[in-house]
């Protein structure tokens, strides 16, 4: 589909400082600059079929634990041998990506030996690394794969150890911007909310990730037009046009996305789905797209490839930077990514039905209370479990599943 670039000039330049929002929170400053708002200690697998020698590794290793170390997980999934072509390629780049989010202190990569995503290979695209930072386990080769693990690990632990707590710029956030399970009441209550938090943290220098592109399909022009420059729009019309093909190339229609879930919740129409889903995004300027499994590089607000899928989106967010997930929801759901998943119900009944999945009720902004007033609040929740003083309902549950997309041959 042809698309032409009609920039606008609304765009949200509210500071945070308006409504006197907090400015910091507390975080570990690592040695690139950037920033974790969790200190934990990871093990990812290369391949599948090391997923039970990773999670031993990690449940023999929790005594190495100590007060700034928030957690020793390790995350599985099944890929990593016997694909080709993209599939391969996406999951070398999501694992890489995962080992550069900055909420791990020190990570170990775990491979098996004989799979097509060699640890050489892993090496190559997840590139340098601070000097202790990421140690890397080929099972094959060691006698007692479970033993030499734990090993590493309580030395990755001892690395880990080093970071502290300090005060930290908001601009050093990035933000996931993510919902499921949607009803009439989202695009009113819940993801404008979030729209307003990441003009908020944008204004103030930070970086907001929107991703789920087949729900941008029927309101694509709103972010379009909101693209820095041509070469950014280019990205965002490719972005669309490539996904648009994704779905035609499997004969399945573009026009066909909300879900029974969201149909039940009052959702009946793409369009009503995708105007409130990029509602997420705010106003403000486009000033990337990334292309699946890529980093984030620019503050600001940036689109990401990804399908509509809950874990795969929420995995790939975090995977390109993201230190916290923000996921609306009118239905509710207790799933979680590696990073912290903020659940925020649209509506009170879901809130108060749900209280151990839900962290916020933006249903609150039915019952007279404004935007401004709720979006403060909100705000300085989100800097709250950032700081480490609060968690995600979702942290409380188990979150070692990683979700890579896949469109390909498996061998």
Not at 121 to 146: A, F
Not at 149 to 158: F, R, S, T
Not at 266 to 292: F, H, N, P, R, W
Not at 392 to 405: Q, T, V
């Amino acid at each position: 589909m042809e698309y032409t670039y009609k920039p606008v000039a609304e765009v949200n330049k509210k500071a945070a400082a308006d409504l006197n929002l907090p400015n910091t929170f507390l975080g570990y400053a690592r040695e690139d600059g950037r920033v974790g708002i969790r200190n934990e200690v990871w093990i990812i697998p290369t391949v599948g079929c090391v997923n039970s020698i990773a999670r031993a590794i990690e449940q023999q290793s929790q005594k190495f634990l100590q007060p700034n170390i928030d957690g020793i997980y390790a995350y599985s999934h099944p890929f990593g041998c016997s694909q080709l072509g993209d599939d391969h390629l996406h999951t070398q780049k999501i694992l890489s990506g995962l080992v550069h989010n900055h909420n791990a202190g020190a990570v170990l990569v775990l491979g098996l030996g004989c799979e097509n995503n060699q640890i050489s290979q892993m090496k190559e695209i997840i590139g340098s690394c601070p000097e202790g930072r990421v140690r890397y386990l080929i099972c094959q080769d060691e006698e007692d794969e479970i033993a030499s693990g734990v090993a590493i690990v309580k030395e990755l632990c001892q690395y880990a150890a080093q970071f502290k707590r300090t005060e930290q710029s908001v601009a050093k956030l990035v933000l996931g911007l993510k919902c499921g399970g949607s009803d009439g009441f989202s695009g009113i209550t819940a993801n404008p909310l979030l729209g307003w938090v990441a003009d908020s943290l944008i204004a103030a220098g930070g970086t907001a990730i929107l991703s789920e592109v087949p729900e941008m399909f029927g309101a694509e022009t709103m972010l379009m037009n909101r693209c820095r420059d041509k070469e950014t729009f280019a990205k965002t019309v490719n972005l669309i046009n490539n996904f648009k093909k994704y779905f035609q190339s499997y004969g399945e229609k573009i026009n066909e996305n909300p879900s029974p879930g969201n149909k039940a919740g009052g959702i009946t129409t793409l369009e009503d789905k995708s105007l409130g889903c990029v509602q997420k995004g705010g106003k403000a300027i486009v000033e990337d797209v990334l292309t699946y499994g890529d980093q984030v590089h620019e503050s600001g607000l940036v689109l990401l490839e990804a399908p509509g899928n809950d874990l795969v989106a929420a995995n790939a967010e975090a995977a390109a930077g993201a230190q916290m997930v923000l996921f609306t929801t009118g239905r509710g759901t207790p799933f979680a990514c590696p990073v912290p998943t903020l659940k925020i119900s649209s509506n009170s009944k879901l809130a108060q039905f749900k209280k151990s999945w839900i962290d916020f009720n933006a249903g609150v902004l039915l019952e007279g209370r404004s935007m401004d007033e709720v979006g403060a609040e909100f705000y300085k929740l989100i800097l709250d479990i950032a700081s480490g003083k609060r968690q995600a309902k979702s942290e409380k549950l188990d979150k070692h599943e990683i979700a890579i997309f896949k469109n390909g041959v498996t061998l």
